[in-house]
Structure formats: structure tokens, C-alpha cells
């Protein structure tokens, strides 16, 4: 099969991506690493409209791990006997993974391949797991000792803390531009469902939140976390013969390298975190997508400290070495600015865990590109930049744009978790039937007896998916989780709320088309239950 296929110039395609939320590591006890990459995976595939068994090939990204678990989180998914291949590249891991899905299909080896990244992590910050072994970073820890010596706190906030003094030495640029950039995507983060951290804090609360690495402070330094991500890549005969070209978006350059040099040899912590790698890498993307920095209008990159983020608007191209300040104080790293940068909040909020972050920053721009951002959605995305980072070190970039923009396009709805509860009105009925299961969940599920899914249609075009179990264990209400259920219950924010405040007939509702049933019907009747322990309240 592989031999026949055209090997020349082989476009390939993201036509599918999923994530789960990023946590705090060991917050959730139900997320371990096969529960969390079963999660992203059967997103990414429902998205693309592909079963597992369509997959040739699949590229699994993690960093903390024992071998073989890219084989343990995707068994579950199906057991069809192809390829996997288990990723190790720092936090460029997820993206490195990508990269490989990528050339597989452009090889000619592939016409459809998952690339899956997960963490699960330790609390607290980054340290050495072997100690009977040379270690990795010990050429780049030189650098920073030779510059700037040892101090006490996290290895890698020392480093791209001393990357940012070396920026402020060399042009002038202030502790204020890091912390702008901090206030940026935790504002950004406000809007994103999926992101670990969602609080938005003034500029003086990121200066005054507590030093970590002079110029960094606590909120200007990234979290670990807890999560997964993953797309579905395709060839284009694949996206013609399955007529996906209404979501393909093509990867029209992706581009990986590794240190140069000058990352020791210059004694420059700026080059040892990997500036001269990224502005290489960058300038092969653009040139082999035939594009100009001018063309791009977001980005998602690597902001694992604020630091690292300034210095890359400069690696990137995206403007003048030694300008990075000017860009910040232009607004022109956010909405309305000449680009958005991380609309997703970046790694400082969305959080890090290190085998996903390449694989979500994918997901977040080919959502853009789809119009499928919700609240996040950058006005005429079209061309879209991603930077991946690993100390290590290995950077992978890539850029993207729709493969077929003249196509008829099909309006989709955003991802069922591109909202939030509190957009709904209907919020307080489910809080209210949580409450109810809180106190009283076991005669709640005796009878019962199902699981709910409510699809509620909100204003804009909004999609909430609330999924009451009251069938399992205690029972529970989730949000924007997969919509599976024992039956499914479709309504309007207005129409649900009526509903249960007794104003609107369910016969009637049924039979005017305002509340549409699938699955269970008999289920669906016990509806009443929920209607007569909420409406009192509401």
C-alpha cells in the first residue's frame, strides 16, 4: 500500500483535535494517564469523523513515564496492531510527536495517523529523576553558572529568569514587559474552559506575587500539570476521499532543530535557552511556507516563563531584536494588536504538562483557523504560528492556514466545552440537582437509574453539555465533558429553564419540536424528578 503512494510534495492535514482540561497535578483521583489520553484521542477522533481502525500509524508523547505507555493509553482505543512509537523530547514532546505523524504522511508511509501527548506529574516543580547519570543539562547549567552563578529556588526559572536580565542588560527592557505579558495570557486564560488556571489579576498582583528568580515571580512562572491532547493528520487523498476538507487545516510548514554552538560556546543564557535555534528553525518555516511574518495573525508559543515568551517574539521574527518591548507596550501581542499571542493563556495559565503542551498549542490553532475559538476567536485568523520549546534542547515550529479555504463551509459548533456554565442560565437547575445528589445521592440513583446527557443550546450559538449520572455510585453532574449518556436531552438555555420552573409543558415542548429526545425515552420520562426537586427553588 505505502509503495503506491505519491511521496512529492505531499500536503498533509490536521482534520481532528481534542484535549482534555489541564489540572493540577493529583486533583482529579479519575485521571490517570489511560483515563485522560482516552479522553483527548476519542475527541480528536469524533472531531476528524475517523474510527481507530482508520489509523495507520500512531506517535505518543510523554516525558514522566514508564516504556510502553503510549501502548497502554491508546489499547483502549483499539487494538488493531499498528506501529506505535513512544516520544521522549522535554517540553518540545508533544510537537515532536507531531512532527513525526507529519512525516510519516508526507514519507508516503501513512495516509492517516494520531499523535496523542499526556502528563501526569508530580507536584511542585521540575527536578532531576536520575542521579547516577550524567545529566542532560549539565553543559547548559555551566553557561548559567558562568554568568550568573547558583542560586537557590527552581533550576529552570534560574535559567530563563538570567535569559531575561541578559535582555534587560543588552536593550533596556524592564521588569514591567514580563509582567505585561503575564497579565496578558492570564486574561487570555478567562476565556479558555480548558485551562488549569482561569483568574484574571491586575499587573500590580503579578509584580507583587512572590519573587522566584529576579525578574520573576510566582505568576509569571508556568505550572505543572495533569492532561492530554491529540490530532488526527491525514493526506489529502485521505481529506478528499472522506470529504474533510471543510476542517482540514494543512500544515504548510513544520520545521525542528536542536542547539547550535553558540548555545555554550557564547556564554549567553538567552542562546542556552534556545534563541538561536528558534530564530534558525523559524526562518526555514517561513521560507519553505513561502510566507512572511506579516502573514500571521496568531500564535501560540512557549511561554513556560515570561521570560521565554519576549525573547521569542524576537527569535520569531515577529519583531526587531532588542523591539520585544516596543511590541508589548504597542499592544500588539493581544486582541486587537497587530497579533494574538497564546489566546489560549499560554503554558503561564492553560498550564504545562510536557508530552501535551505541543499537541494542545495544535489544537487551539486549528480551532482558530475552524472559527471554533468561542470567546477566544482572533477576528480573520487565517494563518496561524506555533513554537514549541525543549530544553535540551529541541524547538519545533510550525505554521498552518486551511488547506481549503474555497470550500463550502460547514458551520460547526464549537467544542461542547468552549463554553462555560456560566453562560447558561439553566446553570442553577444543575446546581441545584448537584446539591440534591450531594445530600441524598444513593436514593437519587435507586431511582432513577440512568445517566442524563442535557445538550443545551445557548445564546450565540453556545453549546453547554451538562451529564447528571444518576445511576453510578453517588451519582454526579459534570460540564463540558463527552457527551454520552443513557439519553439525550436537547433544548434551548430558555426553553430548559421553563421546563423545570413548570412554565412549559413537556408533552407540548416535545411535539413543538423545543425538546428533542434521543435514547431512552423511558428514561426521558423520569425528567419529572428533576423538575419537582429544583422547581421549588428556582
Excluded at 476542517?247 to 510548514?253: D, F, K, R
Excluded at 518555516?285 to 524576537?314: M, P, W
Aim: aromatic letters at 8%; proline letters at 3%.
Amino acid at each position: 500500500m505505502a509503495a503506491s503512494r505519491q511521496t512529492a510534495n505531499r500536503r498533509v492535514f490536521v482534520v481532528g483535535v481534542g484535549m482534555t482540561k489541564f489540572e493540577k497535578p493529583g486533583r482529579r483521583d479519575d485521571f490517570d494517564y489511560p483515563d485522560m489520553a482516552k479522553e483527548a484521542g476519542t475527541k480528536a477522533l469524533e472531531d476528524a469523523g475517523v474510527t481507530y481502525d482508520q489509523i495507520e500509524h500512531a506517535c505518543v508523547g510523554y516525558c514522566y513515564g514508564d516504556t510502553t505507555c503510549g501502548q497502554r493509553a491508546l489499547y483502549q482505543l483499539g487494538m488493531s496492531g499498528i506501529p506505535i512509537y513512544n516520544v521522549n523530547n522535554a517540553c518540545a514532546t508533544g510537537s515532536t510527536a507531531l512532527y513525526m505523524a507529519k512525516n510519516l504522511i508526507m514519507g508516503g508511509l501513512a495516509d492517516c495517523v494520531l499523535a496523542l501527548g499526556f502528563e501526569k506529574m508530580q507536584k511542585g516543580s521540575l527536578g532531576s529523576t536520575y542521579t547516577d547519570r550524567t545529566n542532560p543539562m549539565d553543559k547548559h547549567m555551566e553557561v548559567m553558572m558562568n554568568a550568573h552563578g547558583l542560586d537557590k529556588g527552581p533550576i529552570t526559572a534560574q535559567m530563563f529568569g538570567n535569559a531575561g536580565r541578559e535582555h534587560m542588560e543588552k536593550y533596556g527592557t524592564q521588569p514591567e514587559h514580563f509582567a505585561k505579558i503575564a497579565w496578558k495570557n492570564h486574561k487570555h486564560s478567562t476565556n479558555n474552559p480548558y485551562s488549569q488556571f482561569r483568574d484574571e489579576y491586575s499587573l500590580e498582583q503579578i509584580m507583587a506575587s512572590p519573587k522566584i528568580h529576579d525578574p520573576l515571580t510566582k505568576l509569571q512562572c508556568c505550572p505543572t500539570s495533569d492532561g492530554s491532547a491529540a490530532a488526527v493528520l491525514c493526506s489529502e487523498e485521505f481529506v478528499k476521499k472522506h470529504n474533510l476538507q471543510n476542517q482540514a487545516v494543512e500544515i504548510v510548514a513544520m520545521e525542528m532543530g536542536t542547539d547550535f554552538p553558540s548555545a555554550f560556546k557564547d556564554n549567553s543564557c538567552m542562546k542556552m535557552v534556545g534563541y538561536d535555534m528558534a530564530k534558525a528553525v523559524a526562518n526555514r518555516a517561513f521560507e519553505k511556507a513561502g510566507l512572511s511574518r506579516d502573514a500571521v495573525q496568531v500564535v501560540e508559543l512557549h511561554d513556560c516563563f515570561s521570560c521565554n515568551e519576549l525573547i521569542t517574539y524576537e527569535a520569531l521574527g515577529l519583531c526587531e531584536e532588542g523591539k520585544a518591548k516596543d511590541l508589548i507596550d504597542s499592544g500588539n501581542n493581544t486582541y486587537g494588536g497587530k497579533f494574538v499571542i497564546n489566546p489560549s493563556g499560554g503554558l503561564i495559565s492553560k498550564g504545562h504538562p510536557l508530552g501535551a503542551t505541543g499537541l494542545a498549542q495544535c489544537a487551539e490553532l486549528s480551532w482558530q483557523l475552524r472559527g471554533m475559538a468561542g470567546r477566544r476567536q482572533v477576528n480573520g485568523a487565517k494563518v496561524a504560528l506555533q513554537h514549541n520549546l525543549g530544553l535540551g534542547g529541541a524547538v519545533v515550529i510550525s505554521i498552518y492556514r486551511l488547506g481549503f479555504p474555497n470550500a463550502q463551509r460547514q458551520i460547526q459548533a464549537a467544542p461542547a466545552s468552549s463554553s462555560t456554565e456560566k453562560d447558561f442560565k439553566c446553570k442553577v437547575i444543575f446546581d441545584e440537582i448537584k446539591e440534591n445528589l450531594d445530600k441524598d445521592g444513593p436514593t437519587w440513583v435507586k431511582k432513577m437509574k440512568g445517566v442524563f446527557c442535557f445538550k443545551v443550546k445557548g445564546a450565540g450559538g453556545n453549546q453547554g453539555v451538562w451529564v447528571v449520572d444518576a445511576k453510578n455510585g453517588s451519582g454526579s453532574v459534570k460540564f463540558g465533558v463527552e457527551p454520552k449518556g443513557d439519553v439525550t436531552i436537547i433544548m434551548s438555555d430558555d426553553d430548559m429553564v421553563n421546563l423545570m420552573m413548570g412554565k412549559l409543558n413537556p408533552q407540548q415542548a416535545f411535539f413543538q419540536g423545543k425538546l428533542k429526545i434521543q435514547g431512552n425515552m423511558g428514561l426521558a420520562m423520569k425528567l419529572r424528578e428533576f423538575q419537582n426537586r429544583t422547581k421549588s427553588k428556582l
